[in-house]
Structures are given as structure tokens and as C-alpha cells.
């Protein structure tokens, strides 16, 4: 079976999965609560999700300017677009759309692979290290406000929530010691894998151009101090968006003022969750993380209220991945192919 077909399956799966949460939530109830948001609080969440992408694609400009040549702004933030449709559409909302976004930047700018690769492997470690510096401030205002309904009430929740942080700020020293002495931690668990003979083609294709890719990362986070401050700083915009994109959604329509520990607990729930996206948008994880959260006591939010602001969501989510699609169209990408890393356009080791 093809990719397309394998989508059009998984698509179609997750709109009727999506159809019965609402239907268990109250399908005229989850209409009400939409048509009363209101189209200031529907626009606000797309202002956000771009305004994220803006903040992304400055950062990774930043990070760019000693290439040669050196790749515009707008190409850049085109990339950002395509790689945010994958990132919806794939398994791992974090990871699905790296690979279409180098090959729709190499195609427009002419950069080798490699480099590009490169400098896409250190925004990522970047935004995890500002993403951590976040999650601790998340985790600790969260739980100053719902410290005894986390530990007495929801034991698992804020036991998850301290293991979660407790992992994420040891993954942060790691790649924070990876790039400054150059160990390519990539390279030597794929080496390792391809050791132990499981998928032996595999392995090695991705071993021939990893190590490439982490010494140029390394390269220029060594040598490009200046370039990754203000790069840390735009990433840390992009998980402030996340933060107050809920606040401002149910003021605009419910008129309810969430404050800081309670948004807290939300991005803990969702960033969470996005880990373990099996669907297009998280149909079927994220609304149950929502509608959790929306029955923690002081909120005043109703389910349906918080289905609302999900089908806001991914509307927004559907924009993105049609006009992800029709820019990688535009320069002959196959984008569904490159997100399945089957297509010709993959990234090739020859271009180290």
C-alpha cells in the first residue's frame, strides 16, 4: 500500500475519531460553545501558530548567516510552514517534518544537505534546551497551584510531571556537552544499532551522513556564540505563544481568566501528550489531556467549552498542512513521499 493510501486512511480515521469525541462530548453543545467563541478568539489561534513559525524561521536565520550563500528569510519561514504540516500530519509532532524541510530549503537555496542538516540539528537542540528552561517554570508554577490535587488526587499525573522534568533537564546537560565537545551522541547510538544487525541497510545509510551532520551542528555552535543567544531567545517566544495562546482563547470566549499555575498545567498536559501523538493534530490524545484539565477545580471551563478551542486548534492545524502542501508542490517536493523518507528527494549522504 502506498503512503498516499496509508494517509488518506489515517485521516479519514482520525475525522471519525474525532467525530465521537464530540458526539460523546455533546455534539450541539461543542456547536454552541464554537459559535460563541467568537471570531476574535478563533483568529487568535491562528495568530499564534504563525507568530510561532515566524519566531522559528527567525531563529534558524540567525543561525545562517555565515552560510554561503546565505539563505532569505522568506525561504526560510516557507520551510518552517512545510515542516509544521508534516509535524502535524506525522506520529512524532516534534520530528516528522525535519526531513521535508531540508529537502524544500536545499531545493530553493541550492545549500548541500549536509549543512543544511547541520544547522536544522542544532535549532532542534536548541529548542529543546529553551523548551526545558520552560518546562521547569511550568512545573513549578503548576505545582504551587495544584500541589495536593496533583500528589493526593492525581498521584500519576504529578509524579509524571516530576520524572518528566527530572529527564528533561538531564537530556538538556547532554546536549548542551554534546555540542560543546563534539561527542555526536546520533551517530554513536545509530552505530550502535547498526552493531546489533537490526535493519543493517538502514542503519548504515543514516550512520554514512549523521556523523557530518553533528560535527557541522557542533561547529557552529562552538564558533557562533552570538548567533545562538538571540536563536535560544526566539525559541523560548515560540513556547511563551504555547503558554498564553489558551489564556487569550477563553478570555476572547468564555471570558474566564486562567492564571499562570493553571496554564502551567496545561502545557505540562499537552507538550506531554504531543510526545506521544499517534494521530494527525493528537485527535484522541490531546482531548482527553484538555478535557482532564478542564476538570481540575477553580477553571470554570465546560467540556464543551474545551472542544471548542480543540476544533479551533485544528482548523488552524488543516490550514497549515494545505498551504505546507501547495509551497512544497510549488517546487516539485513530494511531500508526502519526503515525510515518509521514501521519496527521491531525500536527503543523500553524497552531499556531505
Not at 510552514?81 to 520530528?95: F, K, T
Not at 550512520?207 to 526566539?234: C, D, N, T, W
Request: charged share 10%; proline share 5%.
Amino acid at each position: 500500500m502506498s503512503l498516499a493510501k496509508k494517509m488518506v486512511i489515517i485521516l479519514v480515521g482520525s475525522a471519525l475519531l474525532l467525530g465521537l469525541v464530540v458526539y460523546l462530548i455533546g455534539a450541539g453543545a461543542t456547536a454552541k460553545a464554537a459559535w460563541n467563541a467568537g471570531l476574535p478568539a478563533f483568529l487568535s489561534v491562528g495568530t499564534f501558530l504563525f507568530a510561532l513559525m515566524v519566531c522559528q524561521a527567525a531563529a534558524w536565520t540567525i543561525l545562517e548567516r555565515k552560510t554561503t550563500p546565505r539563505p532569505p528569510y522568506r525561504i526560510l519561514l516557507a520551510a518552517t510552514i512545510v515542516a509544521m504540516a508534516g509535524n502535524v500530519l506525522m506520529p512524532s509532532a516534534h520530528l516528522g517534518g525535519e526531513p521535508v524541510k531540508i529537502v524544500y530549503a536545499r531545493r530553493k537555496t541550492g545549500i548541500p544537505y549536509v549543512k543544511l542538516s547541520g544547522i536544522v540539528l542544532l535549532c532542534k537542540y536548541i529548542e529543546a534546551m529553551s523548551f526545558v528552561l520552560f518546562l521547569v517554570y511550568a512545573t513549578g508554577i503548576s505545582l504551587r497551584e495544584y500541589s495536593r490535587v496533583l500528589f493526593y488526587r492525581y498521584p500519576t499525573l504529578g509524579g509524571g510531571i516530576l520524572m518528566l522534568t527530572a529527564g528533561a533537564l538531564v537530556l538538556t546537560a547532554v546536549l548542551w556537552m554534546s555540542l560543546a565537545c563534539q561527542w555526536a551522541p546520533l551517530t554513536r547510538i545509530v552505530g550502535t544499532l547498526s552493531r546489533l544487525h537490526l535493519w543493517p541497510k538502514r542503519f548504515g545509510h543514516i550512520l554514512y551522513g549523521l556523523k557530518g551532520m553533528e560535527e557541522h551542528a557542533s561547529q557552529i555552535f562552538r564558533q557562533e556564540g552570538r548567533a545562538v543567544v538571540p536563536a535560544f531567545f526566539f525559541y523560548l517566544l515560540t513556547h511563551v505563544a504555547m503558554f498564553g495562546r489558551p489564556a487569550l482563547f477563553f478570555y476572547l470566549s468564555a471570558h474566564v481568566s486562567l492564571n499562570a499555575g493553571q496554564l502551567g498545567l496545561l502545557f505540562l498536559i499537552c507538550q506531554g501528550l504531543l510526545t506521544v501523538q499517534f494521530m494527525p493534530s493528537a485527535i484522541g490524545t490531546l482531548d482527553g489531556g484538555l478535557l482532564l484539565w478542564a476538570s481540575m477545580p477553580g477553571l470554570g471551563i465546560s467540556a464543551p467549552q474545551c472542544m471548542a478551542f480543540l476544533l479551533c486548534i485544528r482548523f488552524w492545524d488543516a490550514v497549515v498542512v494545505a498551504l505546507g502542501a501547495l509551497l512544497a508542490a510549488g517546487t516539485g517536493v513530494a511531500f508526502l513521499q519526503t515525510l515518509g523518507k521514501k521519496g527521491k528527494d531525500a536527503p543523500e549522504a553524497r552531499d556531505a
